[in-house]
């Protein structure tokens, strides 16, 4: 057990629905992260939030958007739905900021995902 | 550019050693992550390192060769539950940048 939470386990839903994913850091760590994982491919990096602001976008779509709330929970929100959405998404946290000079305070633990089926 | 390889797929014998490479060409480096990633579960953290050399931890070990940008982890004893996907991840410039790991087939 990492520490993380992620809520919920599964998640079947229908095009053009929205959803909201939730995620809790372990505690201590103040860095959230965001991956999406379709089958049988590697971790795609969404977005990283630090102590409450955005610190880093990655492969981000614009129907996607994330915060992170006061007391460090992060949700994820998926919009517009489309059936490629379908994937295992991650959240992980971190104790770092993850700056210039990575260190292994930026190690990051991963929560268990949330399964996203989208018919 | 930023690119890390590794083999896709690798399969070893329950019982010996394997060793699973991976290179990397990244505009920085601040320290190589290894996980793991079992078929539908999220990855665990099984290494960092930042200096060269080898770091053991049990059963598997982690080399870094920062002159060569060249990395590999050593599982011995291989036991079937060893069976997963191997990451490896390079700090680089505020990020990680992910390889798309090697899948690795435990055969009795």
């Known amino acids: 057990d990492s520490g993380v939470t992620q809520t919920p386990k599964h998640l079947i839903t229908a095009t053009g629905q929205r959803v909201t994913l939730r995620c809790s850091p372990r505690?201590?760590?103040?860095?959230v992260y965001w991956y999406q994982q379709s089958l049988d491919q590697g971790l795609q990096f969404l977005i990283q939030?630090?102590?409450?602001?955005?610190?880093a976008k990655g492969n981000i779509l614009e129907r996607f958007s994330a915060q992170q709330f006061p007391d460090l929970h992060s949700e994820l929100n998926l919009s517009s739905l489309e059936l490629g959405d379908s994937a295992l998404y991650f959240c992980a946290s971190s104790v770092g900021a993850m700056t210039r000079a990575v260190t292994s305070t930026d190690t990051q633990y991963f929560g268990p995902g949330t399964r996203l089926t989208v018919l | 550019g930023q690119n890390i390889d590794q083999p896709t797929e690798m399969t070893a014998t329950e019982g010996a050693i394997v060793q699973i490479n991976c290179t990397y060409q990244t505009s920085g480096f601040n320290g190589l992550f290894w996980y793991q990633q079992h078929a539908g579960e999220a990855p665990t953290f099984l290494s960092y390192n930042v200096l060269d050399g080898l770091e053991e931890k049990g059963r598997f070990s982690s080399f870094l060769s920062r002159s060569k940008g060249y990395s590999y982890l050593l599982l011995k004893e291989l036991q079937m539950k060893d069976s997963a996907s191997y990451l490896c991840a390079v700090g680089s410039n505020y990020q990680l940048i992910w390889g798309a790991g090697t899948k690795l087939i435990i055969k009795p």
């Open positions: 939030y630090y102590n409450g602001e955005e610190r």
């Open positions: 505690s201590g760590d103040l860095s």
